[in-house]
């Protein structure tokens, strides 16, 4: 599926086509696309603190100066604490007050101004520009926002942007910190949708897979590794890779044909992070190290654990899973607050997995085919390795900044069956009992064999 098919199904909360500008000198283009959205009336720029430059200039300067002429503008500013801008209930309500009486919302800058800028717009009801200054995630295309509640990342709707505009030459200059990320975000395809796929196919996902929300980024994604293109060519794929997976997020209407296992261990090196006021990578560094780790569990459930070879009666609720849920919380949060939110999500996921004893048989009684399709989908790290080196992006958990150590790197992988409600290959091995010390080594190990895992 092409770009621009994927792109003519978008749709923002207004009803209106989704319009995506990606090239070089893209922000000559703004003003009139103000004008278009809103002849009249204040814009509202809403940006972080981070000072991003092109061609030896301000970046936000440069995008009030390519704004229609005469046209009242008003700068909000995302507070930061120690982990840069959070988007938890207090910041979103601040953020929505200030840019109450907007005519226009625009976001300029990171992933999370984007998510913050599509929930403002949604909740004042005005269009929306996202003007993407780093091709560092795939959230920019989609409609959803990850937001923080009590403590714990929750990926909720929110709206497309009317416009996504993306200056090839200011992309080129932002941190090469944030471009790896980039990449990081982007090798989850080679696990992610293994975990989907396993929702759908136990009935665990309302949805229902679909090849049409996978392949056109599994089509794309070999181009990250290739050694022989230029420079500009490789950032021109990545674009193209994080572009068209907002896309396909936004029309299957749900992150999971993107958002695994992988994406479930950053997450959890944010929340403790955050609850523990540490510091913590940028989301997609710590996803490309995960994504390696993800292939690496997928490739010891199909290869030496066999998990498939089970029956459907081999996998129980455990009896004791609320005390392992908020135990495995308490170290970096003993007030119980995130221990609370993640067991109410994981209770939830429980109790889908009772009502779906007839899915679940059918899978097994099919288990042939679908292991055929899950070994397609998942179970070579190399993949995403061989992507992250070509980048110079981290590989093992020694190598994100700052560098996680081997008992925070082995807590976040026995951490993350227990943290939300979307099934994933984890929480098949909590239900057979094989969630364990010996099921890590085994992971840890197969990872290494890559130059992934916890690393020197």
């Given amino acids: 599926m092409s770009l621009v098919s994927l792109e003519d199904r978008a749709r923002s909360s207004s009803g209106g086509a989704m319009r995506l500008v990606s090239e070089p000198g893209a922000l000559r283009r703004l003003a009139a696309l103000v004008d278009e959205l809103a002849p009249t009336g204040e814009v509202v720029l809403v940006a972080d603190l981070t000072a991003k430059t092109v061609d030896g200039g301000d970046v936000d300067a440069r995008v009030q100066a390519a704004l229609p002429a005469g046209r009242h503008r008003r700068v909000v500013r995302v507070p930061a604490g120690a982990h840069g801008a959070t988007l938890d209930e207090r910041t979103v309500d601040e953020v929505c007050g200030r840019a109450s009486g907007a005519a226009v919302v625009m976001t300029v800058g990171s992933g999370t101004v984007s998510d913050l800028g599509k929930v403002v717009a949604a909740t004042l009801g005005v269009p929306l520009i996202s003007v993407q200054t780093a091709a560092s995630v795939n959230g920019y295309a989609d409609p959803l926002s990850v937001l923080v509640r009590n403590g714990a990342k929750r990926t909720v709707p929110s709206r497309w942007p009317d416009v996504l505009l993306i200056d090839h030459d ?44 996978v392949d056109p980024v599994r089509d794309l994604a070999p181009r990250l590794a290739d050694e022989t293109a230029s420079e500009a060519e490789r950032l021109a794929s990545l674009i193209d890779v994080l572009t068209v997976g907002g896309l396909v997020i936004g029309d299957a209407g749900t992150t999971a044909p993107l958002s695994g296992v992988e994406h479930l261990a950053s ?13 913590h990578d940028l989301h997609g560094a710590q996803v490309g190290v995960a994504s390696v780790l993800a292939s690496a569990l997928w490739d010891v459930a199909l290869e030496d654990e066999r998990l498939f070879d089970l029956g459907p009666t081999d996998f129980v609720v455990p009896d004791d899973l609320e005390g392992r849920v908020r135990a495995v919380w308490q170290p970096v949060d003993p007030t119980g607050v995130l221990g609370e939110e993640c067991w109410h999500a994981v209770e939830a996921k429980m109790r889908r997995w009772v009502a779906a004893g007839p899915q679940i048989r059918a899978f097994f009684t099919h288990r042939r085919e679908h292991v055929t399709t899950l070994r397609v989908l998942a179970g070579d790290p190399s993949l995403p390795a061989a992507a992250l080196r070509v980048w110079g992006a981290a590989v093992a958990f020694s190598e994100l900044s700052p560098p996680v150590p081997p008992e925070r790197a082995r807590w976040v992988l026995s951490a993350l069956p227990f943290m939300r409600d979307r099934l994933s290959v984890a929480d098949l091995f909590v239900l057979a009992g094989r969630w364990d010390d010996r099921l890590f080594d085994r992971v840890f190990a197969r990872a290494a064999a890559t130059g992934g895992g916890l690393g020197v």
């Avoid at 944030?178 to 992610?192: H, K, M, P, Q």
């Avoid at 929340?271 to 523990?276: F, G, K, L, Q």
């Fill in 170 to 213: 200011i992309v080129a200059e932002a941190p090469l910190a944030l471009t790896r990320a980039g990449v990081g975000d982007a090798v989850a395809i080679w696990s992610s949708p293994a975990d989907w796929y396993l929702a759908c196919a136990l009935g665990m996902d309302s949805a229902l897979y679909g090849s049409r929300f």
């Fill in 267 to 279: 997450h959890v090196l944010d929340m403790s992070a955050i609850a523990e006021g540490a510091a």
